[in-house]
């Protein structure tokens, strides 16, 4: 059964600084890995789609990378700003072509 | 382009009663799918939809129905609602399942008293 971790659970930084958030998955049998945008109280927003065969995808200021192999992904944030500030999800899509998301990581971009 | 839209956004139910939650896209997506989604426990599914009269269970089915008629429409049905069926719920869906990511609802947030 695929397991989605994240970490860190929660990361608070000054504005302008540059962050990684990690995503890790058990079973690298992967169609492809999302990274989603959650503000408080909304829906699901999404960043970034990295497609199996590919190793980054990129967006504005974030940068996400996906090594299936070692089953692991990340997104970089580029120069934080307060905007920022929300729970960052990431969901891996295996053969059985349902998504399972980790439990994300709450980022508070501070003025 | 109204992308996935679900209705309501908010609704009080007491133990017992029943009601339908709605979920329509406009993308022609074949793949749909619900999830609630509860603090400390991530987003989990309920139930997904491969195509217009395909549905299967996914990790919480219990308590819930879902039927898919037509491609646009994925309603899910509380049968007999539950005070641990208290959550957000959300209904995303996908071009398919392969080559596209998912498109979510803003959710229904669902209090059963």
């Known amino acids: 059964k695929q397991e989605v971790t994240q970490i860190p659970a929660a990361l608070s930084v000054p504005e302008g600084e540059n962050l990684v958030l990690n995503c890790s998955f058990t079973d690298s049998a992967i169609y492809n890995l999302q990274w989603f945008r959650q503000d408080p109280g909304k829906g699901l927003t999404s960043l970034l789609l990295?497609?199996?065969?590919?190793r980054e995808q990129t967006s504005g200021r974030l940068n996400a990378s996906l090594d299936k192999s070692s089953g692991r992904s990340t997104l970089y944030i580029a120069a934080s700003q307060p905007g920022d500030s929300a729970t960052y999800l990431c969901?891996?899509?295996?053969?059985?072509?349902?998504?399972?998301f980790g439990p994300g990581t709450r980022l508070s971009v501070l003025p | 382009n109204a992308g996935v839209t679900q209705t309501p956004k908010f609704q009080v139910l007491k133990t017992g009663q029943s009601m339908t939650l709605q979920c329509a896209q406009d993308?022609?997506?074949?793949?749909m799918s619900w999830y609630r989604q509860d603090p400390g426990m991530g987003l989990r599914l309920i139930h997904y939809s491969v195509g217009a009269g395909i549905t299967d269970q996914g990790e919480v089915p219990n308590g819930y129905n879902v039927s898919r008629s037509t491609t646009e429409d994925f309603p899910l049905r509380l049968l007999s609602a539950a005070p641990s069926q208290t959550s957000v719920y959300f209904c995303?869906?996908?071009?398919?399942?392969?080559?596209?990511?998912?498109?979510f609802g803003s959710g229904t947030r669902l209090t059963v008293v």
């Open positions: 990295i497609q199996s065969s590919q």
């Open positions: 969901a891996v899509r295996g053969y059985g072509q349902n998504f399972v």
């Open positions: 995303a869906s996908s071009s398919d399942g392969i080559n596209y990511g998912y498109t």
């Open positions: 993308m022609n997506h074949e793949y």
